[in-house]
Nanobody, 121 residues
Framework: QVQLVESGGGLVQPGGSLRLSCTASGTIFEINAMDWHRQAPGKQRELVAVATSGGNTNYADSVKGRFTISRDNAKNTSYLQMNSLKPEDTAVYYC???????????????WGQGTLVTVSS
């Protein structure tokens, strides 16, 4: 089945940068949207960024101007470039996709395993 593998998390100082990667593998005909969510300790999971197949992007207000989502469709990969990181950005970051496994099939959703981002001095 389709799986997502995330990488790029780690420990950074406030003001630093990280780039998260998410690569999908398996039986995929077409990926519609590629998303990034995050869940901080004691908080609900929130949507961070979305990239559609048409090239549109959307961001949560809390990360707008600091984070950038991008897609490499040939590699079935999405990236989340995170700049000017703040302690409040500390969370487990999850990528997800909506995709079709074959022509004319309905879209399905799959999530990655999560990668921890810690922003601390």
């Amino acid at each position: 089945q389709v799986q997502l593998v995330e990488s790029g998390g780690g420990l950074v100082q406030p003001g630093g940068s990280l780039r998260l990667s998410c690569t999908a593998s398996g039986t995929i005909f077409e990926i519609n949207a590629m998303d990034w969510h995050r869940q901080a300790p004691g908080k609900q999971r929130e949507l961070v960024a979305v990239a559609t197949s048409g090239g549109n992007t959307n961001y949560a207000d809390s990360v707008k101007g600091r984070f950038t989502i991008s897609r490499d469709n040939a590699k079935n990969t999405s990236y989340l470039q995170m700049n000017s990181l703040k302690p409040e950005d500390t969370a487990v970051y999850y990528c997800s996709i909506t995709y079709s496994p074959k022509p004319a099939a309905r879209y399905l959703e799959v999530w990655g395993q999560g990668t921890l981002v810690t922003v601390s001095s």
